[in-house]
């Protein structure tokens, strides 16, 4: 009788697990995964008036220190790699110690060197500043690189690295808008909880966000262009990108690629059929899109498998900005010779 009893009971907390709490786990592990956007992600143009930042630069570090320094109430930081840097350790603990809420998350497993935010968060957590490692069991990697300074937002295609101030071919948007700056706010808050978000019509159309809607978004920006599109990213492995841009150069639209001179761009380029350029000097990190039309894609994305279906990223499409277009162009010009 006991054992019927207990096998029962077994029974009922198999069903529990299989029905009643499969939601809960599925969207813990896969729930975010293959949600494709919608007809009303992405739709429209978006124009705010805030500006862009371009790197290497002198003194690269010092606008991030300067808006650290101003900061009144809250400093939140979702990073993919944040490497020793006395200055900024020491402007987020006087942030701190002037009442500050400064709130950081960095990933805990990055490819290819797994312990390098061991030092950011023993030194941030030494000081008593909130730090968190990412969710490593709903994301491959958290890859974003975005944070909050009070009212303006920042959203990146570089870490908080040396490379990244000095070396790099890097972009930075900063802006204000309200739409933008909150859904920031929650996807922060979401991360440091180790939450899901799956809500796509909270998603505002200017948002490009893995691993929810960056496919989609993407694949429509390419797909929606005229007569040219300039990629100007680190990686562009994805063969469905590929197959995009193929199709579009096939069209007789002007297809310019730009990547980083690695491993697996060089594994695609030269079978591709496109106008494909390795940029050497500056490394080129940058993850930008610019279309003929005027539009703009700048992120944290490359344009890879994982990074668009599982890791979580952070991008923005921008539209009406003339001045940050031809901006880009000029470097895209100066760096890949097209």
Known sequence: MKKKFFRIILVLLFACLLFSCAKEYDEHFYG????????????????????????????????LISAIESAKNRIWIEIYTFTKNEKIFQALLDAKNRGVDVQVLLEGNVYGTPAINNQARKILRENHISVKYTDNNRYVFTHAKFW???????????????????????YIYRGSDESTRKFLEKIFQVDFAHKGFSQLSEI???????????????????NE???????????????????????LDNNGKKVIVCTADNEGNRAVFETSGLDWI????????????LRDDGNIFLGSENFTTNSLDNNREMGIL???????????????RKHCGS
């Open 32 to 63: 975010q995964r293959n949600i494709e956007g919608q007809e009303n992600v992405g739709s429209g143009d978006f124009a705010s008036a805030g500006e862009i930042i371009s790197f290497p630069r002198k003194g690269g570090d010092d606008f």
């Open 278 to 289: 390795l940029a050497t000097e500056p490394y080129l990190h940058a993850k930008i899109m």
């Open 204 to 222: 505002p159309p200017q948002i490009v966000m893995s691993p929810i809607n960056s496919r989609h978004q993407i694949e429509k920006f390419i």
């Open 225 to 247: 262009t005229n007569d040219e599109i300039l990629i100007y990213v680190q990686t562009v492995t994805d063969l469905n990108i590929i197959n995009l841009l193929q199709k």
């Open 148 to 170: 909050l300074i009070d009212e303006d937002y920042y959203i990146s295609t570089g870490n908080w690295t040396r490379s990244f101030f000095t070396k790099n071919r890097e």
């Open 318 to 332: 921008l539209g009406n900005r003339l001045d940050i277009f031809q901006k880009i162009r000029e470097d895209f």
